[in-house]
């Protein structure tokens, strides 16, 4: 059998199916040329990440196609039903890669309470020349302990981001749809403890958060969970991170809200035209950027690796004794 994971896939994971008798190729293929290639091929089993899209007429044109896999949680760049319905499984690891996106979470939210995302953009052109006044325009910062952060969506990297947060002397306020969680548990210098945490409606967190992190996945409405109305009544001077989906934040409603200081800076991994995210978000002085990094870890990519490899080798299992 043939899998072509066409954004790649961890080394031990590929040399663990390469054992198991599979056929396994990584070069990434184009979207518009996959089509061809997964026919002319012959791949059974298409692994994907964020970056390849496996909508409908793809899996139309493929009749090969097996089994789909996703390394990862988000299943929107994939049309499960559509795959389910013609008897192609679909596959995810969702579990994976919360820690290293809540990491990644701490490591914007860090860098904004101390504007290291403004001194970045401006040490190289004028660190040597205007150095008095790059230190006054960065040097406002705040700490992040005694502060509350917002996590809007409680989840599993919900969860995990609130886990470092409280570690840092955070308070931490929630909202969530589904799930009420009343206390947190983790490990602190090997002692295992539970910190209550409190769900808050999203009127009290937009008022009462000096930090708002959002870890909802993509909206089946399409709506961003903040909009203009949401971003009108957050407390002023309040910092956002965005590690969920492009459209989980409004775009237009967040460039006007920093431009007029509403929201004082805001750290965006992920965009609603990726991978060529819109220019006004790109020179933004007030955010803090990264190109969709929240589950690339070496840690992150092992795990979603070795679930991916124990997940297939399942299927093939099942399958075979069907
Ligand atoms: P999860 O399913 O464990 O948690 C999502 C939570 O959001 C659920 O508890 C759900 O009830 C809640 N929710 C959904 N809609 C909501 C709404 N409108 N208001 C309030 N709560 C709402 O998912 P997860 O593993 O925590 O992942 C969350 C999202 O993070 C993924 O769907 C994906 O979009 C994103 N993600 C990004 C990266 C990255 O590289 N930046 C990596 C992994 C995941």
């Known amino acids: 059998m043939r899998i072509h994971a066409n954004d790649g896939i961890d080394t031990a994971a590929k040399s663990r199916l390469q054992e198991e008798g599979f056929t396994v190729t990584t070069d990434h293929v184009p979207q518009d040329q996959l089509r061809t290639y997964l026919n002319t ?69 860090f860098g904004l309470m101390r504007n290291l995302h403004e001194g970045n953009r401006r040490m190289p052109a004028e660190g040597r020349t205007r150095f008095k006044e790059l230190k006054k325009a960065c040097e406002k910062g705040s700490e992040v302990r005694g502060r509350t952060l917002g996590i809007i969506g409680f989840g599993r990297i919900g969860q995990w981001t609130a886990r470092y947060a409280l570690g840092c002397g955070m308070r931490v306020i929630y909202v969530d749809n ?10 602190v210098g090997g002692q295992s403890v539970r910190v209550p945490v409190k769900m808050v409606t999203m009127d009290e967190l937009l008022a009462q958060a000096d930090a708002i992190s959002l870890h909802v996945p993509a909206q089946k409405d399409g709506k961003p969970v903040l909009g203009g109305a949401e971003l009108a009544r957050v407390k002023p001077g309040v910092v956002i991170v965005n590690t969920a989906r492009g459209g989980s934040v409004d775009e237009d409603a967040l460039l006007a809200a920093l431009k007029e200081g509403r929201v004082r800076s805001a750290a965006l991994d992920v965009f609603t035209n990726e991978p060529e995210p819109r220019e006004d978000l790109l020179t933004e002085p007030r955010l803090s950027l990264s190109p969709h990094i929240g589950a690339a870890t070496a840690e992150a990519q092992g795990r979603v690796g070795a679930e991916l490899a124990e997940l297939i080798l399942h299927w093939r299992d099942s399958v075979q004794v069907a």
């Open 178 to 187: 589904r799930t009420t969680v009343e206390a947190i548990e983790m490990e």
């Open 41 to 109: 091929e012959k791949v059974d089993v298409l692994l994907v990440r964020s970056a390849t899209k496996v909508r409908q007429d793809l899996i139309d044109a493929c009749p090969g196609l097996k089994l789909i896999g996703r390394g990862g949680v988000g299943l929107d760049n994939i049309d499960v039903a559509h795959a389910k319905a013609r008897g192609i499984p679909v596959i995810n690891t969702p579990a994976s890669s919360s820690i290293s996106v809540a990491e990644l979470v701490m490591a914007h939210l």
